[in-house]
């Protein structure tokens, strides 16, 4: 009786997220948005009208996580379903042009690594189904031509390779570097245009748009529209632009009366960065901020909206993760994640249906900052490893939670749903929890290796690599 009644409650979920036939999906990501960097989610001093109507006709999920706490492993993770150290995005990637190591683990102009085109992406399992697919916005996932986003399932690109901070920065338009330099104040009007346009033109067929924003990552930039209109400063305008090109993709959906076939996701490849003081992001109730293991720099800000679909004004305070996108649009759109590799998110359909008494698939999630193993959670506990920084020509601080030089993180439980700001440890109370997550990061180390204990992967994947 047990099983024919899952199995009901999750055709009841399919069939809801189903409703339309070849649902559109839209994912908008900010870069370096706080968790409290909307109004819907605590902020006191910004104005996101937008993002807070999407909330309340649509679902705030509350626990929801990034893979990694900066941009290109978070980003790898979200195409691919997997962690970024299965498919390659660990330590190796982060050489930099004069040969220092980049202590944020991220891809920088020049290196030869990117997303191995032998990986499968969202946009390929769309494609395979029939999908119109595109990408606008930043990349940063390898600026070789093999690893360009027209050589990972996307139709259409248009946008720029890396972060807003790195050079030489252009636009592409597919494999194509234009002419025309890169106004930073009008980028995210760009954006918005450009998205809109997909949106128009692509409406006669289902679609799989990804809008990968640059704001409000450093430098900041926002049009004289506005500039100098937030109580947050520049940071805050920024958001504020983010939010209105939000609301210009859903009015477009509404114009065209796609709004109810279409599930649009919005969240951040990160936390907060709390280094940049007043030009970064806010990362309340959480600890800790992009580059770090703590929440802050894992959890993200996220709001999903299909009307009629996804229960409005409902929040989901399950654990989810970007890696759930593909498996979970691949279900939507009546078809299946690759069969022949590992893919570590989970359907979540029923969370998003807002099925009654849906819990999140996750019965362990793993906290990677490139190949170091920090952290483990499982249901509200969260255990972290000791952690020795041992390189002192590596800055650490806003990338690793700790002062510069030789320093040790020691180990810790924290139980999250009376402490999600991790500040007291129960680690000598619960030591039965402490055993049972122990056996998993045994676990994560025997498939996916931590360079901290000197494992080695045996279920990872090799990263793409130009000669």
């Given at each position: 009786m047990r099983s024919l009644a899952?199995?009901?409650?999750?055709?009841?979920?399919?069939?809801?997220?189903?409703?339309?036939?070849?649902?559109?999906f839209i994912i908008i990501l900010a870069d370096d948005l706080g968790y409290?960097?909307?109004?819907?989610?605590?902020?006191?001093?910004m104005s996101t009208p937008h993002l807070d109507r999407m909330a309340r006709e649509g679902m705030r999920l509350t626990d929801f996580h990034m893979a990694a706490p900066t941009c290109t492993a978070s980003r790898a993770a979200l195409l691919t379903g997997c962690y970024p150290v299965r498919v390659g995005m660990g330590d190796q990637?982060?050489?930099?042009?004069?040969?220092t190591l980049s202590p944020s683990r991220v891809l920088w102009p020049g290196s030869p690594f990117g997303l191995n085109p032998s990986e499968i992406t969202i946009a390929e399992v769309l494609k395979e189904a029939g999908y119109a697919t595109g990408v606008i916005g930043k990349w940063h996932l390898g600026d070789r031509p093999q690893f360009n986003p027209t050589r990972q399932g996307f139709d259409e690109f248009f946008g720029v390779l890396f972060s807003n901070d790195m050079d030489p920065y252009r636009y592409y338009r597919g494999t194509k570097q234009l002419d025309e330099e890169i106004d930073?104040?009008?980028?995210?009007?760009?954006?918005?245009a450009e998205a809109v346009d997909f949106i128009r033109r692509r409406r006669g067929e289902p679609f799989f748009l990804y809008v990968a924003h640059t704001m409000p990552h450093v430098p900041l930039a926002a049009s004289e529209q506005f500039r100098g209109k937030s109580p947050r400063g520049l940071y805050g305008d920024a958001v504020s632009e983010v939010d209105w090109s939000v609301g210009q993709i859903l009015d477009a959906l509404r114009e065209l009366q796609l709004d109810r076939r279409t599930l649009v996701l919005?969240?951040?490849?990160?936390?907060?960065?709390?280094?940049?003081?007043?030009?970064?992001?806010?990362?309340?109730?959480f600890r800790g901020g992009k580059g770090g293991s703590y929440e802050g720099g894992f959890r993200t800000p996220a709001i999903a909206w299909q009307?009629?679909?996804?229960?409005?004004?409902?929040?989901?305070?399950?654990?989810?993760?970007a890696m759930d996108l593909l498996p979970t649009l691949a279900a939507m759109a009546g078809t299946q994640p690759p069969q022949d590799r590992t893919i570590d998110g989970h359907d979540v359909t029923p969370l998003l249906a807002g099925q009654p008494g849906a819990k999140s698939p996750w019965e362990k999630l793993f906290y990677y900052f490139g190949n170091e193993l920090h952290a483990v959670r499982s249901g509200p506990w969260k255990l972290r490893t000791q952690n020795l920084l041992k390189n002192e020509n590596i800055y650490h601080g806003p990338w690793r939670d700790s002062p510069i030089g030789l320093t040790t993180v020691p180990a810790a439980l924290y139980d999250l749903s009376r402490d999600p700001g991790e500040q007291k440890s129960v680690l000598d109370h619960h030591p039965k929890i402490v055993q049972r997550l122990k056996g998993y990061l045994d676990e994560a180390r025997a498939d996916l290796g931590?360079?901290?204990?000197?494992v080695a992967p045996t279920g990872a994947r090799p990263v793409g690599k130009a000669e």
């Amino acid at each position: 009786m047990r099983s024919l009644a899952l199995f009901s409650a999750a055709m009841f979920a399919a069939t809801a997220l189903q409703a339309a036939e070849k649902p559109n999906f839209i994912i908008i990501l900010a870069d370096d948005l706080g968790y409290a960097d909307l109004t819907c989610f605590g902020a006191v001093d910004m104005s996101t009208p937008h993002l807070d109507r999407m909330a309340r006709e649509g679902m705030r999920l509350t626990d929801f996580h990034m893979a990694a706490p900066t941009c290109t492993a978070s980003r790898a993770a979200l195409l691919t379903g997997c962690y970024p150290v299965r498919v390659g995005m660990g330590d190796q990637i982060a050489p930099r042009a004069d040969g220092t190591l980049s202590p944020s683990r991220v891809l920088w102009p020049g290196s030869p690594f990117g997303l191995n085109p032998s990986e499968i992406t969202i946009a390929e399992v769309l494609k395979e189904a029939g999908y119109a697919t595109g990408v606008i916005g930043k990349w940063h996932l390898g600026d070789r031509p093999q690893f360009n986003p027209t050589r990972q399932g996307f139709d259409e690109f248009f946008g720029v390779l890396f972060s807003n901070d790195m050079d030489p920065y252009r636009y592409y338009r597919g494999t194509k570097q234009l002419d025309e330099e890169i106004d930073r104040d009008q980028q995210t009007q760009r954006y918005t245009a450009e998205a809109v346009d997909f949106i128009r033109r692509r409406r006669g067929e289902p679609f799989f748009l990804y809008v990968a924003h640059t704001m409000p990552h450093v430098p900041l930039a926002a049009s004289e529209q506005f500039r100098g209109k937030s109580p947050r400063g520049l940071y805050g305008d920024a958001v504020s632009e983010v939010d209105w090109s939000v609301g210009q993709i859903l009015d477009a959906l509404r114009e065209l009366q796609l709004d109810r076939r279409t599930l649009v996701l919005f969240s951040s490849d990160n936390g907060g960065w709390l280094a940049r003081g007043e030009r970064g992001g806010l990362n309340t109730p959480f600890r800790g901020g992009k580059g770090g293991s703590y929440e802050g720099g894992f959890r993200t800000p996220a709001i999903a909206w299909q009307p009629g679909v996804v229960p409005a004004g409902s929040a989901c305070g399950e654990l989810a993760s970007a890696m759930d996108l593909l498996p979970t649009l691949a279900a939507m759109a009546g078809t299946q994640p690759p069969q022949d590799r590992t893919i570590d998110g989970h359907d979540v359909t029923p969370l998003l249906a807002g099925q009654p008494g849906a819990k999140s698939p996750w019965e362990k999630l793993f906290y990677y900052f490139g190949n170091e193993l920090h952290a483990v959670r499982s249901g509200p506990w969260k255990l972290r490893t000791q952690n020795l920084l041992k390189n002192e020509n590596i800055y650490h601080g806003p990338w690793r939670d700790s002062p510069i030089g030789l320093t040790t993180v020691p180990a810790a439980l924290y139980d999250l749903s009376r402490d999600p700001g991790e500040q007291k440890s129960v680690l000598d109370h619960h030591p039965k929890i402490v055993q049972r997550l122990k056996g998993y990061l045994d676990e994560a180390r025997a498939d996916l290796g931590d360079s901290l204990t000197g494992v080695a992967p045996t279920g990872a994947r090799p990263v793409g690599k130009a000669e």
